[in-house]
């Protein structure tokens, strides 16, 4: 989840990640960028949608995190809190040169009432399915990154080939080290 990735501090690849920061113009930014970099570009990010969406991405956290561990309970109890702050319901909507497709908004067209219901719809979907186990936590040292398993094998364990390559580079190394000459 690159949205939760950007908008959220911690530690990216082995190194601190601050998230956005506190600034108004820094984390209209940042939620702007995050929304173009999943192909949903803003005309503009209102400062209090930012510190909503920022907010929002805080608490999807909490509901990877607790699915990772396998605390489905923890993630379903954010989970419906947020199917109830945003009032998500679905509907049905089409795109100038689209079909038909199945959306969640909120009861307004809020840029972060709208996400906000969205996401909580779609986590609702994974957890109350068995794709709950595809919501992981890089498994990294010093990386706390989130994704969503899509492999075939369900055995994803890294939010990137980097992290993945770093972890195998340092089992290597150690296994160098302790390697009889």
């Known amino acids: 989840m690159e949205y939760v990735n950007r908008?959220?501090?911690?530690?990216?690849?082995?190194?601190?990640?601050?998230?956005?920061?506190?600034?108004?113009?820094?984390?209209?930014?940042?939620?702007?960028?995050?929304?173009?970099?999943?192909?949903?570009?803003?005309?503009?990010?209102?400062?209090?949608?930012?510190?909503?969406?920022?907010?929002?991405?805080?608490?999807?956290?909490?509901?990877?995190?607790?699915?990772?561990?396998?605390?489905?309970?923890?993630?379903?109890?954010?989970?419906?809190?947020?199917?109830?702050?945003?009032?998500?319901?679905?509907?049905l909507d089409r795109g100038k040169d689209r079909p038909w497709s199945l959306h969640f908004h909120g009861p307004d067209e809020q840029l972060a009432n709208g996400w906000a219901a969205g996401c909580a719809a779609g986590l609702a979907l994974a957890v109350g399915s068995d794709l709950a186990g595809r919501l992981g936590v890089c498994a990294a040292p010093q990386c706390d990154r989130v994704f969503v398993d899509v492999s075939k094998n369900a055995q994803r364990r890294f939010c990137s080939p980097q992290c993945q390559s770093r972890v195998k580079a340092a089992a290597h190394r150690a296994r160098r080290q302790t390697a009889p000459e």
């Open 7 to 91: 908008l959220t501090p911690g530690y990216s690849g082995g190194t601190p990640y601050d998230g956005p920061g506190a600034d108004d113009a820094a984390v209209a930014g940042a939620v702007a960028e995050a929304l173009t970099a999943l192909g949903y570009p803003p005309k503009s990010v209102p400062v209090d949608d930012a510190r909503r969406l920022v907010a929002l991405a805080g608490r999807m956290r909490i509901v990877f995190e607790a699915a990772n561990s396998g605390e489905l309970d923890a993630a379903a109890g954010e989970i419906n809190a947020l199917l109830l702050d945003t009032n998500a319901r679905p509907q």
